[in-house]
């Protein structure tokens, strides 16, 4: 049974961080590209950043130079360092494996609140 389990998010103020975790199982995590994606109230879900089995990453262009995506295959992990964030990055953050369009996951979700 595959289970992405994602971790870290919170409530945090302006231009603070917050690291998200995805522990992901019942998948070679080592083949499969691992995403960040959100979803805001009212808004479709959207990619925030991206990793391939061989390292290259893409990040939507409202987070790059901030948010930086990052894996660790010997913990089956994927993670999304989230430094200056802004009100605009308040959204439920989902983890997503993909490795074909019939081996396709997706976490329960974690929610990012920034607030002041």
């Known amino acids: 049974q595959v289970q992405l389990v994602e971790s870290g998010g919170g409530l945090v103020q302006p231009g603070g961080s917050l690291r998200l975790s995805c522990a992901a199982s019942?998948?070679?995590?080592?083949?499969?590209?691992m995403g960040w994606y959100r979803q805001a109230p009212g808004k479709e879900r959207e990619l925030v950043a991206r990793?391939?089995?061989?390292?290259?990453?893409n990040y939507a262009d409202s987070v790059k130079g901030r948010f930086t995506i990052s894996r660790d295959n010997a913990k089956n992990t994927v993670y999304l360092q989230m430094n200056s964030l802004k009100f605009e990055d308040t959204a439920l953050y989902y983890c997503?494996?993909?490795?074909?369009?019939?081996?396709?996951?997706w976490g329960q979700g974690t929610q990012v609140t920034v607030s002041s």
């Open positions: 997503n494996a993909a490795y074909t369009t019939l081996a396709d996951y």
């Open positions: 990793i391939t089995s061989g390292g290259s990453r």
């Open positions: 019942g998948i070679s995590f080592s083949i499969y590209t």
